[in-house]
């Protein structure tokens, strides 16, 4: 039906954060009815308090709670709109615009509070509260920038929405929600770096951690390159490009490495790194499996006979993220 998924390999679910990157690549190359058909069906999943659901299956709604889910849901609504000028759209999916908004505004409530004053917490204070959205925390939840830059995302959507659906109240409230989260955002990060003296863009508030893929979604679609710090942000992409060399350099072996990389392309692209980015797509592309199916597995293992897990395949969020970086090369905004 008009659920998107990652693939047919592994999963028989569909997650808003696949689809939203996937969404975006349909719209992208003029395929608009299947889009609004996902959104409609993802937004019948809303759960009473505004909370998008990160997946649906068979079972219906997942409860585990992913904080990206609504920034991406109100991210794609607006980008159907963007493509298709529809405003009967946005008027049929406007209660749930609204309740994901609200979601939000109570999600970053929890972080305001006095607790969030003290020296030890006030790294977090104003973000999203801890979450797995981010695979890479699934062992343990963490406040995550991945999550709070597709929140301020969906904030910034979300004031567009209103406005063209003339609910001038709600685009002036937002818009006053979407710059106090932006400065509480910044603010954090720049307290992580000095935290943890980093050089870097961190992943995270409590871990400091690099995570160059992740932080390339700040770029593209979030859309912050302007408003990122230049320094770390130039360091973030100088250490991941350094990494990427030497790991093409290696000899296959028990390595592997997940080809959601392909968002890079589309970032380095943007912040003018054009020879950096023609080199990360060629490397990428050589590790397609098998090469003649022109895809890629969710994760790529450097020796292609290693028996390991390879996840999803092909993996649609993968594909949608190589379309959508190869169409960078010619035109973005």
Not at 128 to 138: F, K, Q
Not at 149 to 157: E, P, Q
Not at 259 to 269: D, M, Q, S
Request: hydrophobic share 40%.
């Amino acid at each position: 039906g008009p659920a998107i998924q990652p693939g047919s390999r592994n999963y028989a679910r569909s997650w808003i954060r696949d689809g939203a990157f996937t969404a975006g690549a349909l719209l992208d190359f003029g395929a608009r009815e299947e889009v609004r058909a996902f959104l409609k069906w993802f937004a019948e999943h809303q759960f009473e308090d505004g909370r998008i659901p990160c997946c649906i299956d068979r079972r219906g709604a997942d409860r585990v709670p992913e904080n990206d889910s609504n920034g991406e849901f109100l991210y794609t609504v607006a980008e159907y709109y963007r493509f298709t000028r529809d405003p009967g759209f946005v008027w049929e999916i406007w209660p749930a615009v609204v309740r994901a908004v609200e979601f939000i505004e109570a999600q970053r409530a929890t972080r305001l509070t006095a607790e969030y004053d003290s020296d030890d917490k006030l790294v977090f204070r104003g973000l999203m509260p801890e979450s797995i959205s981010h695979e890479g925390y699934s062992a343990n939840p963490v406040h995550s920038y991945w999550d709070d830059f597709f929140t301020l995302r969906g904030l910034r959507d979300a004031v567009d929405l209103a406005r063209a659906v003339d609910d001038h109240e709600r685009a002036r409230h937002w818009a006053e929600l979407r710059d106090a989260f932006r400065n509480d955002l910044y603010a954090s990060i720049e307290r992580t770096i000095a935290k943890h003296g980093i050089d870097y863009l961190p992943g995270s508030a409590e871990l400091g951690d690099f995570d160059a893929t992740s932080t390339a979604a700040a770029i593209s679609p979030v859309g912050e390159l302007a408003n990122l710090p230049a320094g770390p942000l130039a360091k973030t992409f100088d250490r991941y490009m350094e990494y990427v060399r030497e790991r093409a350099t290696r000899p296959p072996g028990e390595e592997q490495y997940s080809p959601y990389e392909l968002r890079n392309v589309a970032a380095l692209i943007m912040m003018g790194r054009r020879d950096d980015a023609l080199e990360l797509l060629e490397l990428l592309m050589a590790d397609r499996r098998p090469e003649a199916w022109n895809q890629w597995a969710e994760v790529v293992w450097r020796d292609p006979d290693m028996p390991r897990f390879i996840g999803d395949m092909p993996h649609t969020w993968v594909g949608a993220s190589f379309m959508r970086s190869v169409r960078t090369m010619y035109a973005y905004e």
